[in-house]
């Protein structure tokens, strides 16, 4: 597990006072949030903290009512996903978003097909023979097993699945990949796998974001925990050193915010 | 700290047991055994029209002089063919997405009113065409614009479209059989459909000449692959960045255009528009399209399975007709065949989503 | 009523029935046409009819309703609607069509049951609520009507034999060789009525063999493809066919289609059938059809308002009237009585009547 890196200065991602509004109900009342290259962030919240709503921010789905967002130290909006991708940001949402009649390599690379050269290129037929030979590469490179990789994605399991999905983030997102429960839906073992896999990722150098439920997922994979509680960030704490009960304290409000005391 | 209770292993499973992969490399290969399995029974039953149509005396040796396999009779089957076949190349692209276009029929009887009337006003052949190709190409888009924008079911849109377009065929030229003039550019048009290239049916090899474009469209390109995206699951394909709208709105006049393509065919080898032409040909374009193996749940199916489906209702009928069966037998058969593909593609879907 | 109108009454009865005694054409109502002119002068609005025929979506039957309205309008009746269902083969849609015309209560309804048995309840629910039933083109089983205006379709039938045994004797010498026919729908009364009169003209003519199944071809009520595929097939299979026959206008249409496609020899094979449109008469002149059976719609329009009209000013009527049953050939296409009769809507001042 790679050492906290608070020390490093510059966040690769950065929002501060992050505050949304739903018509009367306040999602983020003010929130922070930074994550640095390399290292896994758990963002954890009782239900109606405010962790889907930041996260749809993080990731240009939705945008924020006040607050500001910093890429590498210089001010970013992201008025849309695209945006966001196009800052490097993949996300990958809880229904995975994958086509599931179609195989592994072409829901790799949905929508961002490669096309053949011309003259075949004119008529947008796509190369099917390399995007199977990069999605196998990739795939061997993270050590996501599968049988084949003309599998059709309904034939994976759970766990397979969320992995595919995962390696399709990080394939287009170097830079930040944001997974939205990624264990949500998984048994034990399928979970295990994908656990793994997130570590390989952060172990590449890409920085992870994730929100869970899962109190020991989270222990086991994240190198930082951001807590929200009611719209605002309530605590930092490290899995080395702080204990679950101190993370659940935080959640539901037992003890005391240790941030976010001022505006 | 995690939970180790359990071994973790890479693939975060047990290997699989013997039976359940042969079993799943047979599920996901369904498709591959519908379609070689409706071969198959297309070449067994063109084999049993041959042997059952040999003249008086014959036997295997000679089956080349059968009436089923003769030159004429497979012209015919040929010309036969064309019309339904075009229409179900265009059902096939919209079951794709999990939709169903019911107004093709409608659209047939439509384009051949409607280009009826402008031959007898003395339009141009190619005045013709471009206008009732033009006109079907609106009308698909309206189709798909009010199932994509609207979020109107294809079954209802394509529905009320049948209707519209029906009655607009009763109104226009009120409900009188239209015959083509026997001289000058209808006749030329008529006289071209009619005709053949070594001999081979010219009608048939419109259908041969679109059924390759489509099916290469749909393999190999890029927005052919974005039609099973979308058929398989719509909001991923959108969040992936494809252009779902754009999408819809292709496949749903690609339906249309075909539609009055083939309305154009039947026109010129009729001669004549009658307003009820076209009844029910949506019905046996998506019965072609099921048989072939396109799934109604959608991102299933291919076009050379539903030109096979076609082909195949197309012998059947031949065949019986040439053994002097009754033709009701047709339908039995056809409906039997169609329940079982049908109940094979539910077994893989609850398979599928079990696994 | 006045003196003069009771005998005016009486000289139009008279003239109805001995037209009908005659059976052939209706002449005479010029006295009726007085009465109801006189009525009209003293305020009354005129009886109200409803014609119900099979279908709207034929020429046929827009004759009907066109000699319909020409009575409309020579007796003052007030046409509440011209109605069919939106094909030959929807005995529902009629039926529903009946029901909806009785509950509007007119004094008069012609109609022409699609099939014979189907109808009978509705019509009998027609006349006892005290309707004017006038029944024309086909039979039903019920006699609970006035009047029923038809072509004698047994005599038609063996007109048909007899004009396809002819046409084969003057090509090859002699009244013999393999002959096929097919029916447009099977339970139809006209339909049957017209095979019926073919088969007993066949028998007359021992060295005709008749190929195919027992009872004929059938298209099985499909307007358009069917009369083609099977007509195609049986040329396949009978290539040494002689003579076809086709009893009603869809199935003789199929078949002109495959003359045409598989350029069909006419001096080697003849073509008879039922009913004509522009496309017939083109192939009568061009010796592609050999005999067509023309019936008279327009008289059984006119007539069946006629008779309509009799009924409900309290007179007899005759029960059966035979409205003619002509076989045009290529000899006698152009002549005036026959043109009259091919396209009665064309000719201004439309003779009633045939002698």
């Known amino acids: ?263 | 700290m995690a939970d180790s209770l359990v071994p973790i292993t890479p693939t975060g499973q047990d290997p699989p047991r013997r039976n359940e992969d042969l079993s799943a490399w047979l599920t996901a290969r369904i498709d591959l055994v519908l379609r070689l399995g409706l071969l198959g029974i297309l070449i067994v039953m063109a084999i049993y029209f041959a042997i059952q149509t040999l003249p008086s005396g014959g036997n295997l040796t000679s089956i080349r002089q059968s009436i089923f396999l003769s030159p004429g009779n497979l012209q015919d089957i040929g010309r036969q063919m064309a019309v339904a076949g075009v229409i179900a190349l265009g059902e096939t692209f919209v079951i794709i997405t999990a939709g169903i276009d019911l107004s093709v029929g409608s659209l047939v009887g439509f384009a051949g009113v409607i280009a009826a009337q402008e031959f007898s006003g003395g339009w141009s052949t190619a005045s013709v065409m471009a206008s009732v190709l033009l006109m079907s190409l609106a009308i698909g888009l309206v189709n798909g614009f009010l199932i994509d924008a609207a979020k109107i079911p294809p079954f209802i849109v394509t529905l009320c479209m049948l209707g519209v377009l029906r009655g607009l065929c009763y109104l226009i030229g009120s409900g009188q059989q239209q015959t083509l003039a026997s001289v000058g550019d209808p006749a030329n048009f008529s006289a071209w459909i009619e005709n053949s290239i070594f001999g081979i049916p010219n009608i048939f090899l419109v259908l041969v000449v679109l059924g390759v474009a489509a099916a290469v469209f749909l393999r190999f390109t890029k927005r052919g692959r974005y039609i099973y995206a979308v058929g398989s699951n719509r909001e991923s394909a959108r969040l992936s960045g494809i252009n779902v709208r754009a999408t819809i709105l292709t496949v749903y006049a690609m339906s249309a255009v075909l539609a009055g393509v083939a309305g154009l065919l039947l026109l010129g080898r009729l001669t004549s528009a009658n307003p009820n032409n076209g009844t029910s040909y949506e019905l046996d374009a998506i019965a072609a399209a099921v048989l072939g193996g396109a799934s109604l749940f959608g991102a299933r199916g291919t076009i050379f399975g539903t030109f096979v489906g076609v082909v195949l209702v197309n012998t059947l009928s031949n065949g019986i007709d040439l053994m002097g069966l009754d033709a009701h037998l047709q339908q039995v058969v056809e409906g039997v065949l169609l329940v079982v593909i049908v109940w094979l593609d539910q077994w893989r879907k609850r398979r599928v989503s079990a696994g | 009523m006045t003196i003069k109108r009771r005998e005016l009454l009486q000289r139009a009865a008279i003239g109805a029935g001995a037209a009908a005694a005659a059976g052939t054409g209706l002449t005479s109502f010029g006295p009726m046409q007085e009465v109801m002119a006189a009525r009209a002068a003293a305020g009354f609005g005129g009886f109200k009819m409803i014609c119900i025929v099979k279908t709207v979506n034929s020429s046929y039957w827009q004759i009907v309703f066109a000699g319909a309205k020409k009575a409309v309008a020579d007796f003052g009746v007030q046409a509440l609607g011209y109605q069919g269902a939106d094909s030959e083969a929807n005995v529902a849609g009629q039926i529903a069509l009946l029901e909806n015309a009785i509950v509007k209560k007119p004094d008069i309804i012609v109609f022409a049951p699609t099939v014979k048995d189907a109808l009978d309840a509705t019509i009998t629910k027609a006349y006892n609520a005290g309707i004017k039933v006038i029944l024309v083109d086909s039979a039903a089983s019920t006699t609970n009507y006035q009047a029923f205006l038809s072509t004698d379709n047994h005599a038609g039938g063996v007109a048909c034999g007899d004009a396809l045994a002819a046409a084969i004797k003057a090509k090859t010498g002699s009244a013999s060789g393999q002959v096929a026919w097919v029916s447009f729908l099977a339970g139809v009364g006209s339909l049957g009525q017209r095979d019926q009169g073919f088969l007993d003209a066949m028998k007359k003519y021992p060295n005709i063999q008749l190929v195919g199944p027992k009872g004929g071809y059938n298209a099985n009520g499909d307007q358009t493809v069917k009369p083609v595929s099977i007509a195609n097939d049986v040329l396949t299979k009978y290539p040494n066919l002689v003579g076809y026959f086709a009893d009603n206008l869809y199935t003789l249409q199929g078949a002109e289609t495959a003359w045409r496609e598989k350029h069909v020899d006419s001096k080697k094979v003849s073509l008879v059938g039922f009913d004509s449109t522009q496309e017939e008469v083109n192939n009568l002149k061009a010796g592609t059809l050999d005999g067509n059976l023309l019936q008279d719609p327009y008289q059984m329009g006119y007539g069946g308002v006629a008779y309509g009209v009799l009924s409900a000013l309290g007179l007899n009527t005759p029960t059966f009237l035979n409205t003619g049953a002509v076989v045009a050939t290529p000899a006698n296409v152009n002549t005036p009585a026959i043109q009259g009769l091919l396209l009665p809507t064309g000719k201004p001042g439309r003779q009633l009547g045939l002698k």
Do not use: C
Request: glycine share 8%.
């Open chain 1, 1 to 263: 597990m790679a050492s906290p890196l608070a020390e490093q200065s510059t966040p690769l991602l950065e929002a501060r006072n992050i505050a949304k509004r739903y018509g009367s109900v306040t999602a983020l009342e003010s929130a922070d949030f930074e994550v640095f290259p390399g290292e896994i962030v758990a963002l954890i919240g009782d239900n109606g903290a405010g962790k889907s709503t930041l996260v749809k921010i993080l990731s240009g789905a939705q945008k924020q009512d006040s607050g500001t967002m910093k890429l590498r130290g210089r001010e970013v909006h992201f008025s849309s996903p695209r945006d966001a991708r196009a800052a490097g940001i993949e996300t990958v949402y809880q229904d995975l978003a994958l086509a599931p009649d179609l195989d592994v390599a072409s829901n790799l690379f949905l929508g961002r097909e490669i096309v053949m050269p011309p003259p075949l290129g004119w008529f947008d037929i796509y190369n099917q023979r390399a995007m199977r030979e990069q999605a196998a590469i990739h795939l061997k490179n993270l050590k996501v097993n599968l049988r084949s990789i003309r599998q059709t994605v309904d034939t994976l399991s759970g766990g397979q699945r969320q992995s595919v999905a995962v390696a399709r983030a990080v394939f287009w997102g170097k830079d930040i990949v944001i997974l939205d429960e990624p264990t949500a839906a998984l048994g034990v073992a399928q979970s295990g796998m994908v656990l793994e896999l997130m570590k390989r990722v952060r172990d590449n150098g890409t920085a992870v974001i994730f929100i869970s439920h899962n109190m020991p997922h989270v222990f086991e994979v994240a190198d930082r925990m951001i807590v929200l509680r009611r719209g605002r960030r309530v605590g930092t704490l490290y899995p080395e050193k702080d204990g679950m009960d101190q993370a659940v304290s935080l959640m539901t409000g037992a003890v005391h915010a240790t941030e976010g005391l001022t505006l």
